[in-house]
């Protein structure tokens, strides 16, 4: 990574970064240390909006950076229902189950910090998995693919080949979309 940062990025996720290589931008990465449970009653679109906003501001306040924050947060959601990474094998299998011939949405909350103000929007993408058998999902979570994901699937890897369709960003599935992003990089005069 080079030293000529224009960015930081407030998220652990590797997959965002290289996101961010991919379309030419520099950046630094900083983990957030920020409480992730959902409260009781916050919808879908809500609790990724207010994550993505608190890992920017925890990373804008924490360290005085001069640099525009970027904080992004993902979520498959299915009829309003959180379905975050999974915290074993069983947990896998199970959301692999609920996915199966199933539409679902992936929303993406993105917000930037800079020294004005803060720029947020929202990415909802649509994603439609094939009917899975059992001894595909087993196999697919036998893997490591699963288990730093939302909805314990990645698009660009083996689950590529559940996806019925996809109907908005594609990049949003991977946890950045990236159209979106230049949007509001732009908007907060990054480039």
């Known amino acids: 990574m080079k030293n000529d940062y224009k960015l930081i990025l407030a998220s652990a996720s590797c997959r965002r970064g290289e996101l961010l290589e991919k379309i030419g931008i520099n950046y630094k990465r900083i983990v957030p240390n ?9 919808s879908a679109m809500n609790y990724v909006r207010r994550l993505a906003y ?8 924490s360290s005085k950076m001069t640099f525009p924050v970027l904080g992004a947060d993902t979520i ?13 094998p069983f947990d896998a299998v199970s959301c692999l189950k609920r996915l199966s011939g199933r539409e679902h949405q992936v929303i993406t909350g993105l917000c930037i910090w800079t020294n004005i103000r803060s720029y947020d929007s929202l990415v909802e ?33 083996q689950a590529s080949n559940f996806i019925e369709y996809v109907s908005g960003s594609y990049t949003n599935v991977m946890g950045l979309p990236l159209k979106e992003l230049r949007v509001l990089l732009t908007q907060a005069e990054f480039y």
């Open 125 to 157: 993408t649509s994603v439609k998995f094939r009917v899975l058998t059992t001894s595909e999902i087993n196999a697919y979570c036998s893997t490591d693919e699963p288990y730093d994901k939302a909805g314990s699937y990645a698009i660009q890897g």
């Open 34 to 42: 920020i409480d992730e449970s959902p409260l009781s009653t916050e």
């Open 54 to 61: 608190n890992k920017a501001q925890n990373i804008w306040k």
């Open 76 to 88: 498959i959601s299915l009829n309003d229902s959180i379905l975050g990474k999974p915290r074993d």
